[in-house]
Each structure stands twice: as structure tokens, then as C-alpha cells.
């Protein structure tokens, strides 16, 4: 329920002054979501999966994660989403590790690297802050997740 | 320099004190509708010349604000249960990283829109249009990232905005002096492509037992999973699964009770 917590401080006149924030005064609370904005999307792209090719092909390195007991955008979603870019395998499916202990599963393709997160729901860095930060780490070393 | 200062936090009510600077405010990305974008950053705890900018993006849509990713997730603080103080978060990505949280589009948190009608029609195209916009006169406010290696990460409906993003500024580099350095993305339990993700879902709540065969049979069979609209049909399947069958737990984790 921690998003509670945001919904009582961001609100706080003291807080929106140390961040300049609400500084012409919005006629609506701060909230964690939209509902406005979220009932009224006006247009989405049914799919992003282009948009990844041309990511690709400009040498836009991807990553993309899943933490395992998400039910919402689940694990079996992303690999299907993923399966029809057809991508070629350049490391198999291995287990990867975070101290001793198995972080999720993840395989390496040609210009994109596809990782679970054991345990994690939607918000992976919320449910499993340490294994996110060695995936985080390893995205940014462009390095493929520890086997050990 | 005087808008960086500006911007510069010097601390928030309730803050541990802390080495690495911050800093927040507005960016206008439209002045005819008077759009303008807030966003929060944390400098890297150790040296931030060196680190790389990640720009961190929650999804939704219409929830990319800084209650998610900043205060829950991969920021320095988290809020304390009585909305009284921060407290440290150790496993920060802004160990490794200078991290720039945005609210966008205009109308979520406390990004606003002078144009009220602005909350109707917004979507994909202007999210990542007057994203853009931001991050280019962002840097002319903090010009010592010109040149810094960009990533853009996020989660969830930000599985639609981070790609988009990456595209807009592969389109602005193509036309640029100054082209921005981005290097990557990364997005988690990403919203990627409305048929296999739906195909995806209701195949996860069947092989994780959470609803019975003869609601994922008429699931699969009832539903067109290739329409962003569900039909009555199918959102009655749904509503059915979710109500009566998941029962009583936290569907963003599904061995959790939900948040009452």
C-alpha cells in the first residue's frame, strides 16, 4: 500500500515547495495515476514490436525484464509479444544468479536480451531491489547476467 | 545557471541528509497550449560527472509519476508509512546511475496542461512528441549532460512510451547538430503488442491455476484479442475471471493479499 504513502506527502505544501512544485497551483490533487487522462487515452499503438526493429537496426541496445508473478503484463505475455520478432539466439536459456541464489532465467538474442526475475511482481525493483540493481548493472554494461 | 539553481532541492521536509545533489521543477513543452512537464532528478551518489543519465518512466497510461519508480522502486528514498519522512533506499539505482524521473504526459502527477481539454485527447503520439521536447530543452538547463550516455527505462503502459521515446529521438539525432547520445533501453512487464500480450495473460492465469478451464476455454474462444476493446461478451469473461475466480489477492503479485 506504499502508494498511499506518496498520495498523502506529494500532496503536502511543505513538500511541493522544497520541489517547486504545483506552482500554478493545479485545480486537482497530485494522485499516483490519472484516472482522467488514463479513461481518455486517445491513441496507442497496438503494437510496439516495429518499433523495436527500428531500435535494432539504429543499434539501440535492448533489454527487456519480467518479474514472474505479475499477472497483469506476465512473463507468458512478454515471451509471446517477444517470440514474433523471430530473433536469433546468440546465449541459450540459463538460469542467472544474484548471490548464490538463481534471479530468474534469461536468454540472449542478436540485439535484444530478454531476462525474468524470480518472485518479482509488476513493479520488479519494488518486490526484488537487489536482483533489479544487478540486472540494472548488467544493462549497463551491456554484460550478460551472471551464471553463477 | 540561475534555472539549474533554480531547480536545485536543497532538502525535502523529512530527508536523511545526503551527499548527491537534486534537483526538480518544470519544463514547458508547448507554449500555445501551455504544457509543461515536471520532473526529479537524483545526481549519482559517487561521482555523477562520470555516471550515465536513465531516464526512469512508469506507465499506465496516465501513472508515470514519481509515486512509482522514485518512491517505491529504484529511487535514493522511500516515504515512511505516515507520510511524515523519507527514509534511505540502499539498493538506489542511483548507485550507478544519474536518474531523471519524469511525469508525463501533461495531467499526470504534477505535470499540467493550461489547455484543460489537453486531459481528453492525449496519447501515445503526444506523450512521446512533448517527451522529446523536454529532454531537449532539459539539457540546455543542465548542459553538462549534452553529451552523457542515455538510457530510458520503465515498466508496465511505459513499455509503449520508452520505445517511443527511443524513436522520436532517433528521428530528432537524424536531423540535429547536437544529437542526443542514447545508448539502450530497458523495460520491464512491458504493455508490447495488445494480441500475444492478451493471449499471453490469460494463458499465465491458467497455467498458474488461477482460473479453471472452462473459463479459459471461453476466454480464448469468446475474445478477439487483436481489438484494443474488449466486447461485452469477452469484458464479462474478464470481469468474471478477476472477480470470482482469481479471488481475494494482489494481481500485480499474485501470491500477495491485494491492498485493502
Request: a neutral charge; one cysteine or more.
Amino acid at each position: 500500500c506504499t502508494e498511499k504513502y506518496a498520495e498523502k506527502y506529494y500532496n503536502r505544501p511543505d513538500v511541493q515547495k522544497a520541489l517547486h512544485a504545483n506552482t500554478t497551483k493545479i485545480p486537482y490533487k497530485w494522485t499516483a495515476c490519472s484516472e482522467t487522462l488514463n479513461r481518455n487515452w486517445n491513441d496507442s499503438e497496438a503494437s510496439i514490436l516495429p518499433v523495436y526493429r527500428q531500435l535494432m537496426a539504429a543499434g539501440i541496445r535492448i533489454w527487456v525484464f519480467s518479474g514472474d508473478v505479475d499477472s497483469v503484463v506476465p512473463v507468458t505475455a512478454t515471451r509471446y509479444s517477444l517470440a514474433q520478432l523471430k530473433l536469433k539466439v546468440k546465449i541459450p536459456w540459463y538460469p542467472w544468479y544474484v548471490k548464490k541464489q538463481v534471479g530468474g532465467w534469461t536468454e540472449v538474442y542478436e540485439g535484444l536480451t530478454f531476462a525474468t526475475v524470480r518472485g518479482a511482481g509488476h513493479e520488479v525493483p519494488l518486490f526484488k531491489p537487489r536482483v533489479a540493481l544487478e540486472l540494472f548493472r548488467a544493462f549497463l554494461r551491456d554484460k550478460p547476467l551472471s551464471k553463477s | 545557471r540561475e534555472e539549474e539553481e533554480a531547480d536545485r532541492i536543497i532538502s525535502l521536509p523529512g530527508q536523511p541528509k545526503v551527499t548527491f545533489q537534486q534537483f526538480s521543477g518544470y519544463v514547458t513543452v508547448n507554449h500555445v497550449a501551455g504544457r509543461s512537464l515536471f520532473y526529479w532528478l537524483t545526481e549519482a551518489v559517487s561521482n555523477p560527472l562520470s555516471k550515465p543519465l536513465v531516464i526512469w518512466l512508469n506507465g499506465g497510461p496516465g501513472c508515470s509519476s514519481v509515486a512509482y519508480g522514485a518512491s517505491e522502486e529504484i529511487g535514493p528514498f522511500k516515504i515512511n508509512k505516515t507520510s511524515s519522512g523519507l527514509y534511505m533506499n540502499k539498493l538506489s539505482w542511483n548507485l550507478d546511475a544519474n536518474l531523471l524521473f519524469l511525469e508525463t504526459p501533461a495531467g499526470v502527477g504534477f505535470s499540467y496542461s493550461n489547455t484543460s481539454s489537453d486531459l481528453y485527447d492525449t496519447g501515445d503520439r503526444r506523450t512521446a512528441r512533448d517527451s522529446l521536447a523536454f529532454l531537449v530543452h532539459w539539457m540546455n538547463r543542465f548542459p553538462r549532460y549534452k553529451h552523457r550516455e542515455i538510457y530510458i527505462t520503465g515498466e508496465s503502459y511505459a513499455g509503449h512510451y520508452v520505445p517511443q521515446l527511443a524513436r522520436e529521438i532517433l528521428s530528432y539525432n537524424a536531423n540535429s547538430k547536437h544529437p542526443l547520445n542514447l545508448k539502450g533501453i530497458m523495460v520491464g512487464n512491458a504493455v508490447t503488442d495488445n494480441y500475444y500480450d492478451n493471449l499471453g495473460t490469460v494463458t499465465y492465469w491458467w497455467s498458474h491455476a488461477m482460473i479453471s478451464d472452462k473459463t479459459f476455454h471461453q476466454l480464448v474462444n469468446t475474445c478477439d484479442f487483436h481489438r484494443a476493446k474488449n466486447s461485452d461478451e469477452c469484458e464479462t469473461l474478464y470481469s468474471y475471471a478477476m472477480d470470482k475466480e482469481f479471488g481475494n489477492i494482489d494481481q500485480y503479485n499474485i501470491y500477495a493479499p491485494p491492498c485493502n
